[in-house]
């Protein structure tokens, strides 16, 4: 599945070794052993690998042609800034990101994860049964994950089974970062394009200026439903016909609920909507847990001030044979990922590098003269 070849360039670089797979040639450092192709994306292309000084096996991120795309450039980043800084069960682990042979014009960044079996949006669409221990298992993992990531001030933004990383024994992990951001980020990401929209809040399909926290639970409810149901619970098409479809689930909303909707436009759209009963979740999910159901239910709220937030959650009676406050203590400190969005392309070098030089410091006394 990995075969070994020449470098690309005819100069083998000191450290360095490549394979190709799926026509991607993979330049990486020599104590990885790629094993085969796990996966491939707008990004690049995943392998599965040994890290032989440590026998442990990784999966190594190729991003290919970062700086083609700023904003894919400034994701990139936001994820190295991120998950350096965050140490969770249930987050992904960062283990090392490759320094370059050509620190001044490299192209492609290797990032090298913890290796994980499957995610979510497989185990969902696969015909193994769920038990309603695995569902409260996943739900418990996805909300502890969570809850962590909003005491350190940082906001997921693209939640979804996809983004759910699953062990062989149902060990949980969030993935995929670059859309997150600090509450610190000045305000200047409120109104960009942020979650599939399948699983996007009302107030994010609304473009209202301000959110919060509870659009990642909005989105933990839709991914909640869909693995009571093993399918998406408002899959849309398009903006309009998402927010009819929660609107024909949820039922239409008071004057009252509304109110949090600050464009004109967006909140007539919602009052001319024909008027809708809306659907009990026990017809949706008629064999659920009634618990689980009175979750959904307050997890996909259309009112983001009326959503329950992921602390209230966990203390839910469904989750009441799980969750131990004592063992799920906060992050120690708020994140702050001081990222201009407007800097160009040598300040992104730059900062990756520093990023990449924290998982290398016996380089980074050699990188010194080139960073200042």
């Known amino acids: 599945m990995a075969t070994v070849v020449e470098p690309p360039t005819g100069n083998r670089p000191r450290g360095k070794h490549c394979y190709t797979m799926w026509q991607t040639v993979f330049e990486i450092d020599t104590k990885?052993?790629?094993?085969?192709?796990?996966?491939?994306?707008?990004?690049?292309v995943v392998c599965s690998s040994i890290n032989t000084e440590t026998s442990e096996k990784v999966a190594i991120k190729k991003i290919y042609n970062v700086f083609g795309n700023r904003i894919d450039a400034l994701r990139t980043l936001r994820e190295l800034k991120l998950l350096r800084q965050i140490r969770h069960e249930n987050v992904i682990a960062l283990n090392d990101v490759m320094i370059p042979s050509q620190?001044?014009?490299?192209?492609?960044?290797?990032?090298?994860?913890?290796?994980?079996?499957?995610?979510?949006?497989?185990?969902?669409?696969?015909?193994?049964?769920?038990?309603?221990?695995?569902?409260?298992?996943?739900?418990?993992?996805?909300?502890?994950?969570?809850?962590?990531?909003?005491?350190?001030n940082v906001l997921h933004r693209d939640l979804k089974p996809g983004n759910l990383l699953v062990n062989a024994n149902c060990e949980l992990k969030i993935c995929?970062?670059?859309?997150?951001?600090?509450?610190?980020?000045?305000?200047?990401?409120?109104?960009?394009?942020?979650?599939?929209?399948?699983y996007r809040a009302p107030e994010l399909l609304l473009c209202c200026d301000n959110y919060g926290t509870s659009i990642d639970v909005w989105s933990v409810g839709c991914i909640f439903a869909e693995i009571l149901g093993r399918k998406p619970i408002f899959p849309g098409n398009e903006c309009l016909s998402q927010l009819k479809l929660i609107i024909?689930?949820?039922?239409?909303?008071?004057?009252?609920?509304?109110?949090?909707?600050d464009n004109p436009k967006a909140k007539g759209f919602i009052r001319a909507l024909p008027y809708s009963r809306g659907t009990h979740f026990s017809s949706l999910y008629p064999q659920a847990d009634p618990l689980a159901l009175d979750l959904l239910q307050r997890m996909l709220v259309f009112d983001p001030s009326k959503r329950i937030t992921v602390t209230e959650a966990l203390y839910h009676p469904y989750m009441s044979s799980l969750y131990d406050p004592t063992?799920?203590?906060?992050?120690?400190?708020?994140?702050?990922?001081?990222?201009?969005?407007?800097?160009?392309?040598?300040?992104?070098?730059?900062?990756?590098?520093?990023?990449?030089?924290?998982?290398?410091?016996?380089?980074a006394y050699a990188n010194a003269s080139v960073m200042h």
Request: charge should be negative; charged fraction near 25%; aromatic fraction near 12%.
């Open 248 to 261: 024909s689930v949820l039922g239409s909303q008071h004057e009252t609920d509304l109110e949090f909707i």
């Open 103 to 152: 620190r001044s014009s490299f192209k492609d960044v290797y990032l090298v994860y913890e290796l994980m079996d499957t995610d979510l949006h497989q185990i969902i669409k696969s015909s193994q049964p769920l038990s309603s221990d695995h569902c409260k298992y996943f739900l418990f993992q996805l909300l502890r994950g969570l809850k962590y990531l909003h005491s350190a």
């Open 327 to 363: 063992c799920n203590p906060p992050a120690q400190a708020p994140i702050n990922l001081d990222i201009d969005e407007n800097m160009g392309e040598p300040m992104i070098r730059e900062m990756m590098l520093r990023e990449m030089l924290y998982y290398h410091p016996e380089a």
């Open 176 to 198: 995929d970062f670059g859309l997150a951001r600090t509450s610190r980020d000045n305000g200047q990401f409120m109104t960009e394009y942020v979650v599939t929209r399948w």
């Open 32 to 44: 990885y052993i790629p094993i085969k192709p796990i996966g491939k994306g707008a990004y690049g």
